[in-house]
Nanobody, 120 residues
């Protein structure tokens, strides 16, 4: 199975920025970021196809930017203007190579262990 490793989480004050990274052992058609915090349902944050086509959940539009470095099999999430409600465990996900752009979490078959983002 594809292996995903996240990094870049941390603690930041509201209004600050963080950049999350995810390295993948394989190229996949679509990769994305999901997040979950206690008391909330898992939420798809952003996804991107190999051609760079992005998809964002409404709550992060204009603040977050997802990008993919296909040469390095690396996925990034630049998070600006962070809010306390962004606090969550963030997970990198990859599909099976079908390249469907979606934030439906059950479409994704490979997951990283997560990186914690805390915004105060």
């Amino acid at each position: 199975d594809v292996q995903l490793v996240e990094s870049g989480g941390g603690s930041v004050q509201a209004g600050g920025s963080l950049r999350l990274s995810c390295t993948s052992s394989l190229n996949r058609g679509c990769m994305g970021w999901f997040r979950q915090s206690p008391g909330k349902e898992p939420e798809g944050v952003a996804a991107v196809l190999s051609d760079g086509s992005p998809l964002y959940t409404d709550s992060v539009k204009g603040r977050f930017t997802i990008s993919l470095d296909s040469a390095e099999n690396a996925l990034y999430l630049q998070m600006n203007c962070l809010k306390p409600e962004d606090t969550a465990m963030y997970y990198c996900a990859a599909d099976q190579g079908l390249g469907y752009l979606t934030l439906f979490k059950y479409y994704y078959h490979s997951w990283g262990q997560g990186t914690q983002v805390t915004v105060s």
